[in-house]
Each structure stands twice: as C-alpha cells, then as structure tokens.
C-alpha cells in the first residue's frame, strides 16, 4: 500500500508540474516528444520496464536544455519497476490516462538527478 501510495503521490508531483511549465513550452522550443515504448518499455507484460524507461530519460538528459526540454511519454499499459528511476533536468514525463506504474523497489519511485 505505501508503494501505491508514493506513486500516487510521485505521479501527482510530476503532473502539477508538467501542467505549470506546459504554457513556457510554447513560449520556448522543444526538443521533442519520445515514447519510452521506444526504448523498449512494453505494457502488455509482467517484466521489469525500468531500463527502458531509464534508457528514455537517459536520451531526454543527453538531449534537452532549459530552452529546448525534452518530453517522455507512456502509453496505456501496466508497466512494472523493480528499481527507481532516475529523472534529469529539462524533462517532462507525461504519462496516458491509461498508463499505471506498478513500484515493487524499496524507497521511492523517482529520483531527481
């Protein structure tokens, strides 16, 4: 329950700020939109999707500045983590209304390098 609990909140955080700094990135360019799916994360499974979405962010931490962000997104699907992920600056995670994380690591989801 505390796992679910910390990813509701983890999730939250990040779509109120996702949501604020949606309007700058109209103002500023952008880096570009990837699909974590691309990186190989896979919904439809029961295996541990953490490097893949680590490979994303990895990309969005290599790719993005302040004037050109970067954006990871997830479709729908259950994706599970058995570690936490590593988020950089300048990216947004956007994840679908269909998308759930399913957390079995210790600590926190994220983490923000």
Request: glycine share 6%; with cysteine.
């Given at each position: ?26 103002q500023r360019g952008d880096a570009g939109t990837i699909s974590a799916e691309s990186f190989g994360a896979d919904g ?70």
């Open positions: 329950m505390k796992n679910i609990v910390a990813l509701f909140v983890s999730v939250l955080l990040i779509v109120t700020a996702c949501a604020a700094c949606s309007d700058k990135s109209k439809s499974d029961t295996k541990d999707d953490r490097l893949a979405l680590q490979d994303a962010f990895n990309y969005a931490r290599d790719n993005a500045t302040a004037d050109s962000p970067v954006t990871v997104t997830l479709s729908d699907g259950v994706f599970y983590l058995e570690q936490a992920l590593i988020i950089y600056s300048h990216t947004r995670f956007e994840l679908s209304a269909g998308a759930v994380l399913v957390y079995t690591g210790q600590g926190g989801l994220m983490v923000f390098g």
